[in-house]
């Protein structure tokens, strides 16, 4: 219990900010309670990452019935089975971040009203825990990869390529959610709508090629679309459309540039604005 | 931003202002927002009030207030919880907040995990969180415990845990918010000792409490806020004095109690004596205890009853008594007259922090409260814990017989 004799000075007293704390106390912050939360998950249970693995083996157990049996769309696409296992594991990180996120500022309330601690901590620490599960799953999407006879690719090594742009898309709004659920509460609700239907809207369970003409410039302005798109190009088929050939040169996707960039300046301006007053508003 | 400053001042608030905008229509919906034309209004609560105040470093300062007085906010801002409207706060060293005991702890989580988790939210680097771990588990005397997780700790190891943590975090500024009621006697014991090491060393507290013993005991220098603003500052036994002052003037519908205007019978003072008819605050166990109060009636009150209550650390009511006027005098009181009651209370309390509750009925009816006040007194009880609510008094004896019939071997007497 020593306290050092340094010459101490005053220094301003900031208030509560969403980056307050100085950086570095911010990240070991971040990865402490990622690791916590993540290991609460996976080793707090014996069937903990059998139980986070079920959900999308089973999504993907029934999808791959519907859609080769009934619809018959898999059939057209090559490596179907794996590419709907892929993007259903992909998109799961997406929903799990932005979906844990949104309630997360408000779910920490204890925390967030009676201690001083970078607030942005808070969403960002869901979004990096379930890049975490995105990790582990991933283990399993390669080895279907290979039973599914996918022959190995030197593009494989550009995946963080993918998981950035996605990474910071979701964090983005990650930022975005939880801040504004602090004032208005329905936005969880109607985020869980939105991401519903982002998931349909993004070429996930379908190939972009079947998709009509106007509802492929809706599709193709969304931000997760190109990402998508690339990742199947990367990962799984060499032959599949890039982003830029399906929309026909660039100019369709300069909607989805714009939301992007849209969202994430959102995304940090909203935060950023908010997080002085999150304590008082819970 | 950095300015040279004279060193012994540790912390310098300067003209802080909080205003609260309490909306007289909560919109807390999108869809509310979206279908409701009207800017919504607002109601303005000025929490703090141009406050400034210097805090030298290594002070023990007080900060007390009735409730709702700004105290609670004031620590939040020194804390960086909540922003300052206007004003700015300076503080020299690290700050330990504790606004409350086992903030941000995870019961899912071992103890372990949770000293590192929490040092880090206070400000300590990971490794150093971690070579805390031994001095503060065994500060807490909680060794054995350390992989167990913490949904499985009693309340009381909680405690322990993060007031340890607290002591063990380095910082040169330690803000408090009414710790002491917890834990048990031998580990409040040692959490006194710790602020008596505090108080004479070089790290400055901020110490915010009801307990005007705590006060007195440990502040070098307290203040009192009063609606936002400071009402008294200086040496902590008179803050101490103006506090329960302002405690027993005011009518219990400014406070605590929430009853419209005036009463119409009000607390002077109340008080516990021991035997030699010295107030106390703390009694050992099993000591004589006195107990005394004042009325005063501001009105006609007919039948009047005056009700006391102790509650215990966890909210369990564990004795009161109702008194009336005696027999033979009229059972009225008149506009100024005083009442005064005093006597001595059989002492079976457990040791522990006791809190005391006051009422007023008229007309002997439960039903006609003329006076509330949940928490007018605080003392402590201390001596050798025994098992239970309250230490009765028993006088049962064993013995041994010979030669008797096998029945009757080992007779129990009861006496009384």
């Known amino acids: 219990m020593s306290v050092k004799p340094a010459n101490l000075e005053l220094r301003e007293v900031s208030g509560p900010s969403a980056l307050g704390g100085g950086r570095h106390r911010f990240f070991e912050l971040l990865w402490l309670m990622s690791v916590t939360e993540f290991k609460r998950t996976f080793f707090g249970t014996v069937l903990g990452y059998v139980w986070s693995l079920m959900r999308p083996l089973l999504l993907f157990a029934v999808l791959l019935l519907v859609f080769t049996k009934i619809f018959r769309i898999g059939s057209q696409v090559p490596h179907y089975p794996v590419l709907l296992l892929f993007n259903i594991v992909l998109f799961g990180f997406f929903q799990e971040g932005t979906g844990g996120a949104v309630a997360s500022v408000v779910g920490q309330e204890g925390i967030v009203r009676k201690t001083q601690f970078p607030r942005l901590v808070i969403p960002l620490a869901v979004v990096l825990t379930a890049l975490f599960t995105l990790g582990l799953n991933m283990i399993v999407v390669f080895a279907f990869m290979l039973g599914f006879g996918v022959t190995p690719m030197w593009t494989w090594l550009l995946f963080p390529l993918i998981l950035l742009p996605l990474g910071v898309f979701t964090a983005a709004l990650a930022m975005l959610l939880s801040a504004l659920n602090v004032r208005f509460r329905d936005v969880a609700i109607i985020w869980v709508v939105v991401a519903t239907a982002l998931n349909y809207g993004t070429p996930i369970i379908y ?50 540039a714009l939301i992007y960039i849209g969202v994430c300046v959102a995304g940090v301006w909203v935060f950023n604005r908010e997080a002085p007053r999150i304590a008082e508003q819970l | 931003m950095t300015t040279h400053a004279p060193p012994q001042v540790a912390i310098e608030v300067s003209g802080v202002e909080k205003t609260f905008r309490i909306p007289t229509q909560r919109v807390d919906s999108l869809k509310e927002r979206l279908t409701t034309f009207s800017q919504p209004g607002y109601r303005e609560l000025h929490a703090l009030r141009d406050l400034s105040f210097e805090v030298e470093r290594g002070e023990f300062f007080g900060i007390v207030g009735r409730n709702g007085s700004g105290k609670s906010t004031l620590l939040k801002i020194l804390a960086s919880i909540y922003a300052a409207d206007a004003g700015r706060v300076r503080m020299a060293g690290r700050l330990a907040p504790f606004i409350e005991l086992g903030v941000g702890f995870n019961n899912e989580l071992t103890a372990r995990e949770n000293v590192e988790l929490n040092g880090v939210m206070m400000g300590l680097t990971r490794r150093d969180a971690r070579s805390r ?152 166990k099993g000591a004589e205890l006195r107990f005394g109060a004042i009325f005063e009636a501001h009105r006609h009150v007919d039948g009047p009853s005056f009700g006391f209550a102790f509650d215990n650390a966890d909210g369990v009511e564990v004795t009161g008594f109702g008194i009336s006027l005696p027999e033979g005098a009229p059972d009225a009181v008149e506009p100024g007259q005083r009442i005064r009651l005093g006597g001595e209370i059989e002492n079976r ?68």
Request: aromatic share 8%; glycine share 8%; with cysteine.
């Open chain 2, 133 to 284: 771990l031994g001095a503060v588990l065994e500060f807490a005397e909680l060794e054995e415990f350390v992989d167990l997780k913490l949904k499985n700790y009693s309340s009381g190891m909680l405690v322990r845990l993060a007031f340890s943590m607290m002591i063990q975090s380095d910082a040169e500024i330690l803000l408090i918010d009414e710790v002491l009621a917890v834990g048990d006697a031998s580990f409040q014991q040692k959490c006194a000792d710790v602020f008596y090491e505090i108080r004479d060393s070089s790290r400055t507290v901020v110490f915010v409490t009801h307990d005007m013993s705590a006060v007195e005991q440990y502040c070098h220098r307290a203040m009192l806020l009063h609606d936002g603003g400071i009402r008294a500052m200086g040496p902590a036994d008179e803050v101490a004095r103006s506090y329960l002052r302002l405690n027993f003037e005011q009518a219990p519908g400014e406070g605590d109690a929430d009853m419209g205007g005036m009463a119409d019978i009000t607390l002077l003072d109340v008080w516990l004596e021991d035997g030699g008819g010295e107030r106390i605050t703390n009694v050992e």
């Open chain 2, 349 to 416: 309390l457990e040791p522990g922090r006791y809190v005391t509750k006051c009422w007023v009925h008229r007309e002997h009816n439960l039903a006609n409260l003329v006076l509330h006040s949940p928490h007018v007194l605080d003392f402590v009880v201390y001596g050798k814990e025994g098992a239970g609510v309250v230490a009765l008094d028993h006088h049962i004896a064993a013995s041994v017989k010979d030669g008797a019939a096998v029945g009757d071997g080992i007779s129990v007497e009861g006496q009384r």
């Open chain 1, 207 to 256: 190939p972009m090629k079947i998709v009509p003409g106007g509802l492929k410039q809706v599709i193709l302005a969304n931000p997760l679309t190109p990402i998508f798109q690339q990742a199947r190009v990367w990962m799984i088929d060499p032959h599949a459309y890039s982003p830029l050939t399906i929309a026909n040169g660039p100019v369709p996707l300069i909607a989805a």
